[in-house]
Nanobody, 124 residues
């Protein structure tokens, strides 16, 4: 089992920045593929970014590429999502997720563990 707890969400004006954190506990965090997803009201869960266990492999959704950065600190068992140049369309509940295998995927169904989510609201 892996337990995930997100923090860092909040209300920010368009063009601003936020950094989300995801603290993980439980078994073998360092070998998990970690991902961030988001879900806005009435919309499907959407892939945002993922990072391999070494931190050397990152993937981003086109909608956030160049604005968001995913990183991880295995010693602290924490994953981060730095979000810059935020837009109102980035408003959503953001979820951290862990995959039991290190294989990369952007499909939310491929992740086994989820946090409770943190709300991000970007005002125009």
């Amino acid at each position: 089992q892996v337990q995930l707890v997100e923090s860092g969400g909040g209300l920010v004006q368009a063009g601003g920045s936020l950094r989300l954190s995801c603290a993980a506990s439980g078994r073998t965090f360092s070998r998990n593929l970690m991902g961030w997803f988001r879900q806005a009201p009435g919309k499907e869960r959407e892939f945002v970014a993922s990072i391999t266990w070494s931190g050397g492999g990152t993937i981003y959704a086109n909608s956030v590429k160049g604005r968001f950065t995913i990183s991880r600190d295995n010693a602290k068992t924490t994953v981060y999502l730095q979000m810059n140049s935020l837009k109102p369309e980035d408003s959503a509940v953001y979820y951290c997720a862990a995959r039991s295998t290190p294989l990369t995927t952007s499909n939310w169904q491929g992740y086994d563990y989820w946090g409770q989510g943190t709300q991000v609201t970007v005002s125009s």
